[in-house]
C-alpha cells in the first residue's frame, strides 16, 4: 500500500468541491482512500485520524492538501496525476455563463436578490460579509476561520440594518423552503426551527 500526497499552497476550494473531488480520487482505479482539505489543524487532525496525515507533510490553513492512499505507489502517483484534470472538469461546466467579478457588480446584475452566500478564505470573509451587509443583503456565510470579534461585529451590524446574518461556518439552512448549502428536500410546515445542526 501506498500514500502520497500534495501540498498547493494558496490554492482555496470551498468544502463541496473538495468533497466532489475527493469522491472523484477514490473513484480511480486501486485507490483505497482520499483526502481533500484545507490546511487548517482541524482538518489535519482528521486525516490522522483516518490514517492519511504522513510523517513528512507541512500546510497552513491557505494551502490545499490532496492525500490519495492506494494498492501501488504507481496507482497513486496517477490519481495525483489527474487532480487538475479533475478539477477543470468542474470549472469548465461552471463557467459557462458570465460571473461578475465583485458583489457590487453582482448586486447590480441581480438587484431583487435578497441573499449572499459566501465561501471564501476565512481572511476574506468578514470583508466580503460586511459589504454584503452593507448593500442590504441577507447573509449566509458558509467560510469559517472568522474571528468572534468579527463575528460579533458582523452580527450587530445585521441587527442594526435588520438583516439576517448566518455563520460564519454556516453548512446549512432552509429559508421559506430554499436550501443553502447542504440541504435537505423537506416538507413545508407550520413550526420553524433555528439551531446549531449538522448534515453528517
Not at 497513486?76 to 484534470?85: I, K, P
Not at 443553502?180 to 445542526?197: D, E, H, K, M, Y
Amino acid at each position: 500500500m501506498a500514500t502520497l500526497h500534495q501540498v498547493r499552497p494558496g490554492a482555496y476550494f470551498d468544502s463541496v468541491v473538495l468533497m466532489q473531488l475527493q469522491r472523484a480520487l477514490v473513484g480511480l482505479p486501486d485507490v483505497i482512500d482520499a483526502g481533500v482539505v484545507m490546511g487548517t489543524a482541524a482538518n489535519l487532525e482528521l486525516l490522522s485520524q483516518n490514517e492519511l496525515l504522513p510523517d513528512d507533510m507541512q500546510a497552513t490553513p491557505e494551502d490545499l492538501v490532496i492525500v490519495v492512499q492506494s494498492e501501488t505507489k504507481l496507482a497513486a502517483e496517477a490519481a495525483l496525476e489527474q487532480v487538475d484534470e479533475l478539477l477543470s472538469r468542474r470549472r469548465s461546466t461552471a463557467t459557462r455563463e458570465f460571473r461578475p467579478k465583485s458583489l457590487q457588480s453582482a448586486a447590480e446584475m441581480l438587484p431583487e436578490a435578497g441573499w449572499v452566500l459566501i465561501s471564501v478564505p476565512g481572511r476574506y470573509a468578514a470583508v466580503v460579509a460586511r459589504e454584503a451587509l452593507e448593500l442590504g443583503k441577507h447573509v449566509f456565510l458558509y467560510s469559517d476561520n472568522v474571528s468572534l470579534d468579527e463575528e460579533v461585529e458582523l452580527k450587530a451590524r445585521a441587527d442594526e440594518l435588520h438583516l439576517l446574518m448566518m455563520g460564519p461556518d454556516c453548512g446549512t439552512a432552509i429559508v421559506s423552503g430554499i436550501g443553502f448549502g447542504f440541504a435537505n428536500r423537506v416538507r413545508r410546515g407550520r413550526i420553524g426551527l433555528v439551531g446549531a445542526s449538522g448534515t453528517g
